[in-house]
């Protein structure tokens, strides 16, 4: 059986340092009379707020649509904050569905076609494994662009999902 010592700081640990906890020797062993000879060092880190740090869906990073909108962030997101998440898409996507992926990735799928761009709000309540919740997201509309486009590959042509089914050449 291991034993575990619980120590609470007075004050919060601040965000994204790396620390180290050091024992004295001569600190009385639980089996016998022993004590220890040595320093003991424990190093941990403490996380990070909890904050969006990418995304796609934008200028710098398109999105395709038949991709699906990932949100990323620096903490990983308590699954049990998603019951009563609520995601709304404007224009709504068709099989809209929203899911955590890779424990930080908040990912929002569905059928993108159709529309060049679309707004996104997520309501207050995500939070990460800490407790700490996203307040930024409470206020903030975040707006997907895919844009429609063109290709020619031999003697197929592709065309925006959404347009009218023909192709005007000059």
């Not at 919060?12 to 040595?38: F, N």
């Not at 099989?95 to 529309?115: C, E, F, M």
């Amino acid at each position: 059986a291991s034993r575990v010592v619980v120590r609470a700081p007075r004050e919060p640990l601040p965000y994204h340092t790396a620390l180290e906890l050091r024992l004295p020797p001569g600190l009385a062993s639980r089996e016998g009379p022993r004590v220890s000879e040595q320093v003991q060092q424990h190093d941990f880190a403490v996380h990070g707020p909890f904050a969006l740090v990418e995304r796609n869906g934008t200028a710098r990073r398109p999105m395709n649509f038949w991709a699906e909108l990932v949100l990323s962030f620096s903490n990983p997101i308590d699954p049990a904050s998603l019951d009563g998440l609520e995601v709304t898409v404007d224009p709504p996507l068709v099989d809209q569905s929203v899911y955590v992926q890779a424990d930080h990735q908040l990912v929002i799928a569905g059928d993108w076609r159709g529309h060049a761009s679309r707004r996104v709000t997520i309501s207050a309540g995500l939070t990460d494994i800490f407790g700490q919740r996203h307040d930024q997201l409470d206020r903030t509309t975040l707006v997907e662009a895919h844009h429609p486009y063109l290709a020619f590959h031999d003697r197929l042509v592709v065309l925006d999902p959404g347009a009218p089914p023909y192709l005007s050449l000059p």
